[in-house]
């Protein structure tokens, strides 16, 4: 069988759960742009305040929370962490941006 058709056959056969994933990201990113909202207010109490964008212990306070949430959801906490600190690393770059104007 050609590659072509392997393609084609797993487009099919998968298309259901694609669709599901497709519909979980979709809920993630609207999550993102929620969470993110809140980052922006978080954004303006640092300024108000002097507070800088790292705060150690709230990184892995969040690190350690989402962990034993994935944990007990059935989701594997590495892949948990992995992502949040990503995400997290990826919001103090940013906050320090926003900090810095």
Do not use: F
Request: charged share 30%; no cysteine; glycine share 2%.
């Amino acid at each position: 069988m050609s590659m072509a058709a392997d393609e084609a056959r797993a487009a099919t056969a998968l298309a259901p759960l694609r669709a599901e994933i497709d519909a979980i990201d979709a809920d993630l990113v609207a999550l993102i742009a929620k969470r993110m909202a809140v980052v922006e207010r978080v954004i303006a109490v640092k300024r108000a305040a002097g507070i800088p964008a790292l705060l150690n212990d709230r990184v892995e306070e969040v690190a350690a929370h989402v962990r034993h949430r994935a944990a007990a959801l059935g989701a594997p906490p590495d892949l948990a962490e992995t992502v949040w600190r990503a995400m997290m690393d990826w919001i103090i770059t940013y906050e320090d941006e926003k900090l810095g104007q």
